[in-house]
């Protein structure tokens, strides 16, 4: 009996100096890595959403691992103070969904951590996130680690010939029957889709010129991160209104009314010109000729008629008075 416990004994012994001597030292430690989208490229290694699946790897080491308990950590832009997520026994390393420990192979009192929760609130936008080794005495912390800002898709708009395209956008007027529809400025790769009568027009740049349009209902979108999984659509009628050849003639008549009327007023100015040069000439001749000696004959008929119609109007005014009186 007192064998066995002997043997028991150097061989814990053992145990632990091989634990030691296999990680340089060892000591109670906490390791948070960097988070990676490694299932995206390289571009959109820090891209992150709301509803993405958040995964981040750590390792601890501890000299005990009795009492000693891992917990997540988190502080959001808003709050003063990191707030414990979730937490896990090392001496009870179930495998868990949303933040779990497994023991290391061949390295007693060593653990990998994982944190695989889903983005839910904006509270993990540019979060700062950490580990929190708890043991019987002290707690030791991991370095933080920072979230990138969470990238809203409803919030990024497209342009069609040049024209910002949102939401709001129902209807859109082209006057010609092609459109360029380009992503937003990012800084991840986009690529823009046009869905048009069944068919899907994808490329692999940043924008897409369509030809041949026709006044119809499209579907223009655009995904980032080379993934389906990050897109947005925008559901608008796109009318086209080719600039008529009514609408041409319109215009040339215009020109033509222009034309006319500063050509009649060039007329008019050079008639008067010449109306009054002609006067001056005349009267310059007219010196010795008295005035009465101009009228003509026709000239008098008329102011005998006028005088008879001055005669009948103040005959009618007066009987109109009589009329009044009586
Ligand atoms: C996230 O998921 C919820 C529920 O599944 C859904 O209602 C919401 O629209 C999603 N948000 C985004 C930004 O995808
Ligand atoms: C994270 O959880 C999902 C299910 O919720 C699972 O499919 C995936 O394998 C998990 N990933 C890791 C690294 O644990
Ligand atoms: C994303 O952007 C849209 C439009 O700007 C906004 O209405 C929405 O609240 C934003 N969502 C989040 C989670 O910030
Ligand atoms: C979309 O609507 C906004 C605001 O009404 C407008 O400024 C913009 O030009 C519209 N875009 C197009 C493509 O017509």
Redesign the pocket.
């Known amino acids: 009996m007192t064998q066995v416990l002997a043997i028991t004994a150097i061989l814990l012994l053992e145990l632990r100096i091989f634990a030691i001597w296999t990680n340089g030292v060892l000591q109670n430690e906490a390791v948070l890595n960097d988070y990676d989208r490694k299932d995206l490229v390289e571009e959109c290694k820090d891209f992150l959403t ?1 509803n993405d699946t958040l995964v981040m790897n750590g390792e601890v080491s501890v000299l005990e691992s009795e009492n000693a308990n891992i917990a997540i950590m988190r502080k959001s832009l808003q709050e003063k103070e990191f707030v414990e997520i979730d937490y896990v026994f090392l001496s009870k390393c179930l495998f868990r969904t949303n933040f779990y420990c497994t023991p290391k192979k061949n390295q007693p009192n060593v653990y990998d951590v994982v944190l695989n929760t889903t983005i839910n609130s ?1 509270r993990y936008d540019q979060a700062k996130i950490k580990l929190k080794l708890q043991l019987d005495k002290r707690d030791i912390y991991s370095k933080d680690v920072v979230l990138p800002k ?1 990238f ?1 898709l ?2 990024v708009h497209l342009t069609i010939d040049g024209l910002k395209l949102t939401s709001t956008n129902k209807t859109v007027t082209l006057e010609s029957n092609s459109f360029t529809l380009c992503c937003p400025p990012l800084r991840y790769p986009c690529n823009v889709v046009v869905f048009a009568e069944g068919h899907v027009h994808e490329t692999r740049s940043k924008c897409y010129t369509h030809t041949t349009a026709q006044t119809m209902n499209y579907r223009l979108g655009f995904f980032v991160c080379g993934s389906e999984h990050y897109s947005n659509h925008f559901d608008v009628l796109i009318n086209i209104v080719l600039q008529s050849p009514a609408a041409e003639g319109s215009t040339f008549t215009i020109v033509i009314i222009v034309v006319l009327v500063i050509a009649l007023i060039l007329l008019v100015s050079i008639l008067i010109y010449v109306y009054r040069s002609i006067r001056k000439s005349k009267k310059h001749n007219d010196i010795n000729v008295s005035p009465t000696a101009k009228r003509s004959p026709k000239d008098k008929d008329n102011e005998v008629k006028i005088q008879l119609e001055s005669a009948s109007m103040s005959s009618t005014k007066a009987s109109k008075r009589r009329g009044k009186k009586q």
Request: proline share 0%.
């Open positions: 709301l904006r969470l809203n409803s919030s």
